[in-house]
């Protein structure tokens, strides 16, 4: 079983930053791929980043805005998200997968509780 709890969320103005914190528990964390997803108000939940063996991966709406990271010896991973929109607005999550966390691929065995992010315009 894989613990993970978020921070970091908040309300930023439009062209702020902020960054997400996952801290995880229960498991090897190294060999766990991390990943972030999101999911605004009547939308569904969608792929953000992940980080594993294989590489980093960001949606396309993301893409050179945020920066995935992951500290292994604080079994943490980290989102950094520049220039924010106000269609970034959404409950983030944390989510861990045994190997690898594909956009697109299957959903991930383990999820955080989720962390608001608000942008105002």
């Known amino acids: 079983q894989v613990q993970l709890v978020e921070s970091g969320g908040g309300s930023v103005q439009a062209g702020g930053s902020l960054r997400l914190s996952c801290a995880a528990s229960?498991?090897?964390?190294?060999?766990?791929?991390m990943g972030w997803f999101r999911q605004a108000p009547g939308k569904e939940r969608e792929f953000v980043a992940s980080i594993s063996w294989i590489g980093r991966y960001y949606a396309d709406s993301v893409k050179g805005r945020f920066t995935i990271s992951r500290d292994n010896a604080k079994n943490t991973v980290y989102l950094q998200m520049n220039s924010l929109k106000p269609e970034d607005t959404a409950v983030y999550y944390c989510?861990?997968?045994?190997?690898?966390?594909?956009?697109?691929?299957?959903?991930?065995?383990?999820w955080g509780q989720g962390t608001q992010v608000t942008v105002s315009s």
């Open positions: 229960g498991r090897t964390f190294s060999n766990y791929a």
């Open positions: 989510a861990a997968n045994p190997g690898t966390l594909l956009p697109g691929g299957s959903d991930p065995n383990y």
